[in-house]
């Protein structure tokens, strides 16, 4: 028995040797992250350490870098908050394109001071890329929308916008055309949120500012407290003062929720459907110097002032089951406006 137990610590000792140090860095960068600015200190009951431990253990059997982002983002899988990810290079280029990250709050020479440290690889999000000396691969996927498309109808003097998620920025460019091309002859709008997964913050507080401006959020994260989260822009007119009907339901969770709900306090938007998903982590952004991107739930997204959206959701004004007449009560409503 004593020598089957030397025998695996050996081997286990010799996986470990053979790690590529660049992988390593990742990974303790990656680990790190969540230790150090997930907003849940308890890590929703998961042992961090222990998830770490195991992880490493499985470093040896990586081969390259997309099978290292992939270990990564089963190991912050593992937190359950349905929010926190690690996206490879390719990933973040097609799910992150023209977004901003933060760059990492400390230092490599922190997390392993006797590795070689691999040069910066560049950042298609970060604004000071340099030159890599241990490039991620290319993405080898064909190039295709990572998300619908956004939708736009004329229909009896309404505008009808869809919009299906809050990260790609096409989505609020396609907004802001349609109050230019139609805001004179429009009645008003319906915006169409649902099964909306949400996305980032920034893009919500940039929908908002095109129908109000002010400070509706505050985002209750770890350490710090509370920190009131304006619209952008936070000052001047909003785009459009036409009246405005939301659509949610059950499926709309995370920035999606926070949008919807703070256009219905602050008496900006009639709120039709059901009760979205009250899912309402707030994911702050990290870049990594190869491009890979972690998404760290470090927040939780809530109105200015009263409880948080989380655990129970935004309420519509009006229930309405049926999503066939969900839409045509909205025409109703915004008709019936003097």
Not at 96 to 114: E, M
Not at 159 to 173: E, P, T
Not at 184 to 203: F, S
Request: charged share 20%; net charge neutral; hydrophobic share 40%.
């Amino acid at each position: 028995m004593r020598r089957w137990v030397i025998g695996l610590f050996v081997l286990s000792n010799l996986a470990l040797a053979q790690v590529n140090p660049a992988f390593s860095l990742r990974f303790e960068q990656a680990w790190r992250l969540v230790k150090e600015r997930h907003y849940d200190t308890g890590f929703g009951g998961v042992n961090w350490e222990a998830v770490g431990d195991t992880y490493r253990l499985r470093l040896g059997a990586v081969q390259d870098w997309e099978g290292l982002y992939r270990l990564l983002d089963e190991m912050y899988g593992e937190l359950k908050d349905d929010h926190s990810r690690v996206l490879s290079p390719s990933e973040a280029r097609r799910y992150l394109s023209g977004g901003q990250c933060l760059a990492l709050p400390f230092k490599d020479q922190d997390l392993l001071p006797s590795a070689t440290q691999p040069s910066p690889a560049p950042n298609p999000l970060s604004p000071s890329p340099t030159k890599p000396a241990n490039p991620a691969p290319a993405p080898t996927e064909a190039s295709r929308p990572a998300y619908e498309a956004p939708q736009v109808r004329f229909t009896d003097g309404v505008v009808i916008f869809r919009l299906s998620n809050l990260v790609d920025a096409a989505g609020l460019s396609a907004l802001q055309e349609a109050i230019r091309r139609y805001d004179a002859k429009a009645k008003g709008y319906v915006l169409d949120l649902r099964g909306n997964p949400g996305g980032l913050v920034l893009r919500m507080a940039e929908v908002a500012g095109v129908f109000m401006r002010g400070v509706p959020w505050r985002i209750v994260s770890r350490g710090i407290g509370a920190i009131p989260f304006p619209t952008t822009p936070f000052l001047g007119r909003p785009q459009t003062q036409k009246p405005l009907v939301v659509l949610i339901d059950g499926n709309v969770h995370s920035a999606a929720e926070g949008l919807a709900g703070a256009l219905k306090n602050a008496g900006r938007a009639y709120l039709i459907g059901t009760r979205s998903a009250g899912n309402t982590e707030a994911l702050t952004p990290y870049c990594f110097p190869d491009g890979g991107v972690a998404l760290v739930a470090n927040g939780v997204l809530a109105p200015f002032s009263g409880p948080t959206w989380e655990g129970r959701g935004v309420e519509p004004d009006l229930v309405e089951e049926n999503p066939r007449e969900q839409l045509e009560a909205a025409l109703r409503y915004i008709l019936s406006q003097r």
